[in-house]
């Protein structure tokens, strides 16, 4: 434990193991960055890679750079982030390491929302938009069918996987409608695909990111608090009635934009704040080191998407669904052995 | 404010869940300084009336005040400053250590730029070694014994440095030799540090011995408050819990100590 204090009363705790993890897990999404813009058809190398970051290098690594793929890099980056820190906001809200997004069906409803866009046509904006509505229309009837009494329990698990049926079936419903070249792009939209990706794409999700980002992350102290019962959290002066409804909106939110952005890459949500506070070991939300790690993460998989088969690009949510779904079953086998589930 | 005037009054409440009304024009003044504990049998009402109290349960009618003020009308962080409660079912973080959830009692005083002040040091050690869990301090509280994790909780709440303390049946799931321990415990911080302390009880004995201020609940009524020796009577534990008993004086404090009727005798009549 380390604390600081200045002169004006200011004083910080931080937990030296965490601020390790959490600087090791940034320097980790660093060097994968640079890898991201180095790596390709064209191999740069990585000091000809940062020199043309900082405003110098030859023309042609300035068009591959910073044209080509830092769009890229960026889109990979704030989706990581995004669903590292909506799952590990969900996670701490429900008490339950299987509340993700993904699981409670808030991906899965931005995605209906998003495959509208898709298949009727409209631009990226509204892509977004339709993305947004359908996570917080979906965040909002989960909520209202089993978040009532509480979000704790199973309740708000069990619900959000039968609402996740529900709008696969929605989803089907909406591509066997479709043309079949509109079908096409949206199969591979749903599959969650950084191919491609500009500016156009991410912007939204970034500037969500920045906003959010900040509030949420001042939140997570009170949000340990609130891990400890709703009775609990009220004693000690934690605002529970709004500050739950708003960090879930905030969450839902997230993982929206993300979707919009990229598709409902999935699993993600789930594995970044599981893992971090496998590193951390400690006992709070661990909303940083989760932020970090999903964006870590998410670069990691893309560029593994990108590698792992010589001659053919996977989408990005193929790597993230095998690799995170294999972390599901270990999680559900471990959970039920804990006697958690 | 008449000066006397308690800091914490339940006034005409009607207190209910959803549909089901539990209480209805319940006063409840809590003397100030007392230790009081609210008793009576299953389904009364009693810890509604704490989590009342404690504005964990907003009334239907009527109103919680503290300090004059209705307790729904001021900031929640505020009113932690003031008032502390411990509730039944707390859920201690996977992994969490003594030291580090004693600290979260110091959350209403603490903010995003002021952590760990000098203050909550010196109060959360104070804290740990008053209620003697000092030594536990860097142990993961789920490796604890019920007893020892009672006290931690206790712990926390006395961190929360509130002159008014409520708890919801502090005893429950603990051993006997546990209770008195815990009870013990609740007698001195009542009386070295002057807090104010209610208390939900199911053992009339143990609150009849603790107790400065009885509250005696039945249907949701109060049927008696005051002194144990004044509420605790033959005549009160009938008509409050069905029991017919005899009440002696407990020949370790001399408070009341109720003696349940018995169907038959075993031993020889005394003299």
């Not at chain 1, 991906?107 to 866009?117: C, D, S």
């Not at chain 2, 005040?65 to 973080?93: C, F, K, N, W, Y």
């Not at chain 2, 199911?202 to 009524?221: I, K, P, W």
């Not at chain 2, 009577?233 to 005899?246: D, H, I, M, S, Y």
Request: one cysteine or more; hydrophobic letters at 50%; glycine letters at 12%.
């Amino acid at each position: 434990m380390i604390v600081l204090r200045l002169p004006g009363g200011l004083s910080l705790r931080l937990r030296a193991r965490a601020l390790a993890v959490g600087a090791g897990i940034a320097l980790l999404a660093l060097a994968l960055g640079v890898l991201a813009l180095a790596g390709g058809e064209q191999l740069l190398r990585p000091a000809d890679v940062l020199r043309t970051l900082t405003g110098g290098g030859a023309p042609a690594d300035r068009f591959i750079v910073l044209d080509l793929r830092l769009p890229r890099l960026a889109t990979a980056l704030g989706v990581g982030a995004a669903l590292g820190l909506a799952g590990a906001v969900c996670q701490a809200l429900l008490r339950n390491p299987l509340g993700s997004p993904d699981v409670l069906g808030f991906t899965q409803g931005a995605a209906t929302g998003g495959l509208t866009v898709v298949v009727l046509g409209g631009s990226s904006l509204a892509l977004g938009a339709a993305a947004v509505a359908g996570g917080l229309a979906t965040g909002a009837a989960v909520y209202a069918l089993a978040g009532r009494r509480g979000l704790s329990g199973h309740r708000l698990v069990l619900v959000g996987i039968g609402v996740t049926a529900i709008l696969a079936g929605v989803n089907g419903f909406l591509l066997t409608r479709a043309p079949l070249m509109d079908a096409a792009r949206a199969t591979l939209w749903l599959t969650g695909s950084l191919d491609g990706r500009g500016w156009v794409n991410s912007l939204p999700l970034l500037a969500a990111l920045a906003l959010l980002a900040p509030a949420v992350l001042a939140g997570g102290r009170a949000l340990g608090v609130t891990g400890m019962g709703e009775d609990l959290a009220t004693a000690l002066g934690v605002p529970v009635r709004w500050l739950r409804p708003l960090l879930l909106a905030a969450a839902v939110a997230l993982v929206s934009l993300a979707a919009a952005a990229a598709g409902p890459v999935s699993f993600v949500a789930l594995t970044a704040p599981h893992l971090a506070r496998r590193l951390t070991r400690a006992p709070g939300p661990n909303l940083l080191p989760a932020t970090l790690l999903g964006a870590a993460l998410l670069v990691a998989a893309d560029q593994l998407a990108q590698r792992a088969v010589t001659g053919h690009q996977l989408p990005v949510g193929v790597v993230t669904g095998v690799l995170g779904g294999g972390h599901l079953v270990w999680l559900l086998a471990t959970e039920r052995r804990a006697g958690r589930l | 404010m008449r000066a006397d005037t308690p800091r914490l009054v339940g006034r005409a409440m009607t207190l209910a869940y959803e549909r089901r009304t539990v209480a209805e024009d319940l006063t409840v003044p809590v003397p100030d300084g007392s230790f009081t504990v609210i008793i009576g049998p299953n389904a009364c009402g009693k810890s509604t009336l704490l989590r009342a109290l404690a504005r964990l349960l907003r009334p239907a009618a009527g109103a919680v005040l503290l300090d004059g003020a209705d307790i729904h009308r001021r900031g929640t962080r505020e009113v932690a400053r003031v008032l502390g409660m411990l509730p039944q079912s707390s859920v201690a973080p996977d992994g969490i250590t003594v030291a580090d959830l004693v600290a979260r009692g110091r959350h209403p005083h603490q903010g995003l730029l002021r952590q760990w002040s000098r203050d909550d040091e010196r109060i959360v050690a104070g804290a740990m070694a008053d209620t003697g869990v000092a030594d536990l301090a860097d142990r993961p509280v789920d490796q604890l014994s019920g007893g020892q994790r009672q006290r931690v909780w206790i712990a926390m709440a006395l961190a929360q440095q509130t002159p008014l303390l409520l708890l919801d049946e502090p005893t429950t799931y603990l051993d006997i030799a546990h209770q008195v321990e815990v009870l013990d415990l609740c007698a001195r911080l009542h009386e070295e540090q002057g807090r104010t302390l209610v208390a939900v009880l199911h053992d009339l004995n143990q609150a009849a011995r603790y107790a400065t201020h009885l509250v005696a609940m039945r249907d949701g009524a109060v049927v008696a408050a005051g002194e144990p020796r004044r509420v605790v009577t033959a005549a009160l534990v009938e008509e409050v819990f069905g029991l017919p008993c005899r009440v002696i004086d407990d020949p370790e404090t001399g408070t009341p100590l109720v003696v349940p009727a018995a169907r038959r005798r075993v031993g020889p009549a005394p003299a």
